[in-house]
């Protein structure tokens, strides 16, 4: 992802005193901010203006009025004018610009249900995973290569917890870099005694967040097939909750095929009668 620039442009009007030297009128500088996509937010916390289209410039501060050069006190009766006055200064600002992922897919899920080693798993990013919760500290982007070059971007972020909309754990600010996410992930723990308890948690931080996101694509994803009590927790999970669960683990890469042509059937938006997506076969 390219960074914001950051450009500027001198408001004024230039003149020169005396014969030889140029000078400015003092007027200050107007900022342009171009980015990708991101939030200017004020040392307050007020969003000051969502950028979301890419490209899009914005003047985060005005430039102060230029000062008069010589030339405009040129007239019949002084040819040569010695006077210029100081512009206005500029107005000044301090503001934090919050750059939003993008991704074409947002996991969300709670900490430690393996999301991290799950895109390890699917992409070709390297978040770090461990056994202690809150492992992810920001956002991360790895992208599924399909053998016909369609490329599928996705998103882990900081895990979620019950009460993050009430700025617990570590809140659910973190949802605004999946905001544009066309398809959701909610990764379940099957570790869990009761995971669907976790997808009701979920549905509902995600709806104080945005009443889109329930509303979006999504995907269950059951992870640690693996372990030992977890098709016994798959099933009560199946019985409790609606829609299309896959189970999957991240450690031994059981249904992660199953997993990518899923989300890709999503993301074309329908499949065609008779059609299958194109496997992947780069692992
Ligand atoms: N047995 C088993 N362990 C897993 C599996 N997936 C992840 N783990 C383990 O679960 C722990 C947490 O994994 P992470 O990938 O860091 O989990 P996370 O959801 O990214 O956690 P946060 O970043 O804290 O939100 C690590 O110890 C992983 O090795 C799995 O499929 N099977
Ligand atoms: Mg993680």
Redesign the pocket.
């Known amino acids: 992802m390219s960074l914001a620039s950051i450009s500027s442009v001198y408001k004024g009007f230039h003149g020169e005193t005396g014969r030889s030297k140029n000078c400015f009128g003092r007027g200050g500088e107007t900022l342009y901010i171009k980015v990708p996509v991101g939030t200017l937010v004020k040392e307050d916390g007020e969003i000051l203006a969502d950028l979301s289209t890419p490209g899009e410039e914005f003047v985060a501060a005005h430039g102060g009025a230029g000062g008069k050069g010589n030339r405009f006190f040129l007239s019949n009766e002084n040819r040569a004018p010695m006077t210029a006055t100081p512009g206005e200064p500029g107005e000044e600002r301090h503001l934090h610009l919050e750059l939003k992922t993008m991704a074409h897919a947002g996991m969300v899920?709670?900490?430690?249900?393996?999301?991290?080693?799950?895109?390890?798993l699917l992409t070709n990013a390297r978040?770090?995973?461990?056994?202690?919760?809150?492992?992810?500290?920001n956002p991360h982007v790895g992208v599924i290569n399909y053998q016909d070059h369609e490329q599928i971007a996705v998103a882990?972020i900081?895990?979620i917890i019950e009460g993050a909309h009430q700025n617990r754990g570590l809140g659910f600010a973190f949802l605004r870099h999946i905001e544009r996410c066309r398809i959701l992930l909610y990764?379940l723990?099957l570790?869990h005694p009761e995971p669907w308890t976790q997808l009701d948690s979920l549905q509902y931080e995600l709806r104080q967040f945005d009443e889109s996101f329930p509303l979006r694509p999504r995907i269950i994803v059951a992870?640690?097939?693996?372990?030992p009590n977890a098709r016994k927790t798959l099933q009560c999970l199946q019985e409790k909750a609606s829609g299309r669960i896959i189970a999957?683990?991240?450690?031994?890469g059981e249904n992660a095929e199953e997993l990518m042509l899923h989300l890709r059937e999503l993301y074309d938006g329908h499949r065609p009668e008779g059609k299958r997506a194109v496997p992947y076969t780069g692992w």
């Open positions: 899920g709670f900490p430690n249900a393996g999301k991290s080693s799950l895109l390890r978040p770090a995973v461990a056994a202690y919760p809150f492992t992810t500290l882990d900081p895990g990764v723990d570790a992870n640690k097939l693996d372990l999957v683990s991240a450690l031994t």
